[in-house]
């Protein structure tokens, strides 16, 4: 799977191909819930015995659980890998590759909207993973068990196998916004426009979801794991469709298209009841601290944190939040966006040749969204 949301609570562990590799807490979390599984199953599918729950030396079963965990999890960031090496080759940034409980995420700074592009980097995931699996297969087949230990590295391979297919498989499902899905969104966007490809492949998605959930009730306590799934790829493929909605639709709009130019501006020294009284005449939600130079920013939530009998006595300076971050008024205004959404803020400074020009609200963003659309 690839998703493009921001991750946060995850510890970096190294950079390959200067991408920055990424552990998210819940994977930190499923880790050894699924060495433990390892450890104890003696689930046994087609000839494979998936885990060393048969093996009587308990310390042999946790090493080698924790080991298939371990291994799994690496062909799992393999995975990931084999999305980021094609999508470097086609001048596709990656920010990080992050995994997670559900598996490996990377995430692209841009969606590449050319069909066949979008259409090999997402088939280069599962096709690692396939090889992988082919590889593991041999390994399991070849091995003769002529001790103990090979028979337990035997049924390594077999779970690598088994798993590495499995996970092809699963995400070749034409399910967006698994990879499967986006193979589907390149087909049916040399067919339509490209924001009808999405709704519509977020569409099977979603319906995917939806009997999946269905499907894990039938199949409780195990089927959790289904329906855990099922949220993520819901989530997942609406997300996506309104991140793209707003891509297509603002594409070629700059900001200096949308901010509002005439910026209204307060002193830091003013009081909070005097802003209060300066909010209602003129009736913007948000004001730049100006002294010369922009000093930050200053909200209606930043007032409403103050007491009514406490604002005569507070200084804008005291309450606003000085974190500004400025853009220029040439800059795309999806990339305005991603700035906000990444910095969680709801304003950005428009600014040019150290001037204030203008000030962009995300409510301006999303009002041009739904006019445009
Ligand atoms: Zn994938």
Redo the contacts with the bound molecule.
């Keep these: 799977?690839?998703f493009s949301f921001s991750m946060k609570t995850s510890i970096s562990i190294g950079r390959i191909m200067g991408i920055p590799i990424k552990l998210h807490i819940t994977f930190l979390l499923i880790l050894p819930v699924f060495a433990y599984f390892f450890a104890l199953s003696t689930v046994n599918i087609m000839g494979f015995t998936l885990g060393f729950g048969d093996v009587s030396s308990s310390i042999i079963k946790y090493v080698f659980g924790a080991l298939a965990a371990v291994m799994f999890f690496v062909c799992v960031l393999l995975?990931?890998l084999?999305?980021s090496y094609v999508a470097l080759r086609y001048q596709t940034k990656i920010k990080n590759i992050t995994l997670l409980i559900f598996g490996?995420l990377?995430s692209m700074e841009e969606i590449p909207r050319k069909p066949s592009t979008e259409c090999s980097i997402?088939l280069a995931?599962?096709l690692v993973s396939i090889l992988i699996g082919l590889l593991s297969l041999m390994l399991f087949f070849f091995l003769h068990q002529t001790s103990y230990m090979l028979l337990y590295v035997k049924t390594l391979f077999g779970i690598l196998a088994f798993y590495n297919i499995f996970l092809a498989g699963f995400?070749i499902l034409p399910a967006f916004p698994?990879?499967g899905g986006r193979v589907l969104r390149a087909f049916l966007a040399t067919k339509m426009g490209y924001m009808e490809a999405t709704e519509k492949a977020a569409g099977v998605g979603k319906i995917f979801a939806i009997f999946m959930g269905i499907l894990g009730f039938f199949l409780l306590p195990g089927g959790v794991w289904f329906i855990l799934i099922a949220f993520i790829i819901y989530i997942g493929a609406s997300e996506e469709e309104k991140s793209t909605i707003v891509a297509v639709t603002l594409e070629g709009v700059k900001v200096k298209d949308i901010m509002t130019a005439d910026v209204v501006t307060v002193p830091p020294a003013m009081n909070v009841s005097e802003l209060v009284d300066f909010m209602l005449k003129t009736k913007h939600m948000g004001y730049p601290v100006f002294d010369g130079k922009p000093l930050g920013i200053v909200t209606l939530n930043d007032v409403r944190k103050i007491p009514v009998e406490n604002r005569s006595n507070t200084t804008v300076k005291d309450i606003m939040t000085d974190n500004i971050i400025s853009v220029k008024p040439e800059m795309n205004a999806v990339d305005a966006l991603k700035i906000m959404v990444k910095h969680n803020i709801g304003r950005l400074l428009v600014m040019e040749n150290n001037l204030l020009v203008g000030i962009v609200s995300r409510t301006d963003l999303i009002r041009s969204v739904q006019i445009l659309k």
Excluded: I, T, V, Y
């Design positions: 799977m690839h995975h990931e084999g999305h490996g990377a997402a995931g599962p995400n698994m990879d």
